[in-house]
């Protein structure tokens, strides 16, 4: 790396700098190791780094890894497979059920977290939601299986409240709905960017043999972003995650990267057990069936040469959202319009100033209404500190597999949406 010019390694210093910046969480770590990151970077690929422009300025940096999409749209992808989403209703038992909604569940995953790289070629930095913003899509009904209808809202933006996207998804036909809420905290290890998610969704499924209602806690896996010093982000889920059903049945989802289970990259196994007796331990049960995989590929049940569970690479359903003119002031395609076709047309000048002009607008607003007392309020949302479900839910849940206690968003449903509308 001696023969690394001087400016270079400064340019992404400076870049890595930037990443910080804005990630919020990322700068207050209090030793970063910039000068370490630099060197080993250089002694990589710099001829990748040339996208960067690392001899430039970071405002070009910024721009170049910026996606022209919000965070707002992400909850689309839990149901980027509307059939799999429906049709847990109709498993005939519960443990049908539980099994369909597992299956869901690792369908979503390959949309949650590898579409970027996919679209765009590596991980990009998603548009940062304003207060308020709005996203709305719905999926149709074909063959019979019930239109699905989705709802997001910015909920949240300013510290110390980690910003939180909150959404809503209902196929009314199926009798499926899910109600979640999401955050991140982010924070930099030195070669990657170690995300935990806060937040939790609840799924309720009226089953269509007749059997009573039944919720599912679904909580949200941790990630890390890797690929940075390479200049191509990607992300690999960690550690783990779980789904809890009312009718006492636990599903443990372990993930590992390249060189565990399969030596394949987006790995996981999952491991279904029930609690007999309705309450406590859940992880302690007997376990009743396995299924492993990738989630970015083919998974099977009870080992590795079991029959398939699912096969991820099944046809996928984007979202269908109105067009921008006929979009409310507040939703995202409309927000960000200016500021996205700038990051498109690579003309991050106008990108750049409209970003500006969302944000003042956005601190003006904030400081109106701190001096008027009138705080914002949500539309669809109603914020509770404790949400029972949750509480029943996640009492049943093995320690290491619950998330710390949270507050939650819930779903005012079409009845107040109407009010609201009308006032
Ligand atoms: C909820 C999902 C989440 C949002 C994104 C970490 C991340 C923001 C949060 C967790 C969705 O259900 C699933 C998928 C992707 C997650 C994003 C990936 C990502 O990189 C960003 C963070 C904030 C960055 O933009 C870091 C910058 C880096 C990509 C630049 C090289």
Redesign the pocket.
Known sequence: CADVPQEQKAGWASFVKS?AQ??GDLSSMTAPPWDALSLSISALRLAEAERFRVEDHAVTIHLV?LSPVS?TE??A??CEHPELFASISEGQTEQERVERVLRWFIGTLKA??TT?NEKMGS????LNPVLGELFYGTWPDVNGRGETVLVVEQVSHHPPITPQ?AYHIENKKAGVSLQGH?G?K?SFTGTA?N?K?SGHAILTVQPKNGSAVETYLIT?PK?R?EG?IWGS?Y?ELVEMSAIQSSTGYTVQIDYKGKGYFSGKAHSFKAVLTHNGNGNGNGGNGHPLQTYEGQWTGVATVGGPKGPVFLDTNIAKEEVIVKPIEEQDEWESRRLWEKVAKGIRTGDYDTAGKEKSRIENEQRQRRKDEASSGNGWAHRHFTHVDSDPEYQQLSAMLHDKLTPAHEDAYVYKGEQQQAQAQAE
């Open positions: 990443l804005m990630t890894i965070l992400f909850p992808y839990w949650q977290y970027r991980e990009k930095k998603p996207t999401s991140q982010t960017i995300v998610q949200l990630l972003i940075i982000p992300i």
